[in-house]
């Protein structure tokens, strides 16, 4: 069974400091795609205990963002890059019947790729939709002016042979089948 992998989408990233607009509408295309469907929509939640950090558990910054909360079939609570590491979500998969994940969120380069390779090393099927992550870092962050983030770790993921990239026209695709 397929599930959507939703990961960190939340206020601290998804407000109007940064401007994901295109990024976050194809994340709810691909949320009501899978809700519609009724498979289930699996949402990380980024949390620490520091009361500085923005992901700070009792903050606002922590919230899952209000309008894609309703798509949420579980919200899991993270600590790290890893939406495996000390949770339980390899449980809650195995209790859904779980053997393919489609990988949606931010920030592209660590939380979505931290999970991607853990999902593919614990045996998961794993469909990264480039296009339905987001960063709200830029090339000039890594020194890098032009960089393209999601579109470098699609890139990466692609070549590896072992995860599947899609940018949403082929999405499109792909989720008719």
């Not at 295309?29 to 990380?44: A, G, I, K």
């Not at 079939?73 to 390899?90: G, R, V």
């Not at 983030?149 to 993921?157: M, N």
Request: hydrophobic share 40%; proline share 3%.
């Amino acid at each position: 069974m397929k599930a959507v992998l939703a990961i960190d989408m939340q206020k601290a990233l998804i407000n109007e400091q940064y401007d994901l607009g295109q990024r976050v509408k194809n994340m709810e295309t691909v949320l009501e795609d899978f809700s519609n469907q009724n498979y289930p929509v699996f949402f990380m939640q980024h949390t620490s205990e520091n009361r500085e950090d923005p992901f700070y558990i009792e903050g606002k910054g922590a919230e899952v963002y209000p309008p894609l909360k309703k798509y949420a079939t579980e919200i899991i609570q993270k600590e790290t890059p890893s939406a495996f590491y000390q949770t339980d979500l390899l449980e809650k998969c195995q209790a859904y019947k779980v053997d393919e994940l489609i990988i949606i969120g931010l920030n592209t380069e660590f939380c979505c790729l931290f999970t991607a390779i853990a999902a593919y090393d614990r045996g998961f099927k794993v469909v990264f939709i480039e296009d339905a992550t987001a960063t709200v870092n830029n090339g000039e962050v890594y020194e890098v002016s032009e960089l393209d983030i999601p579109d470098f770790i699609g890139t990466v993921l692609h070549w590896s042979g072992s995860i599947d990239v899609l940018d949403m026209e082929e999405y499109k695709d792909w989720i008719q089948i």
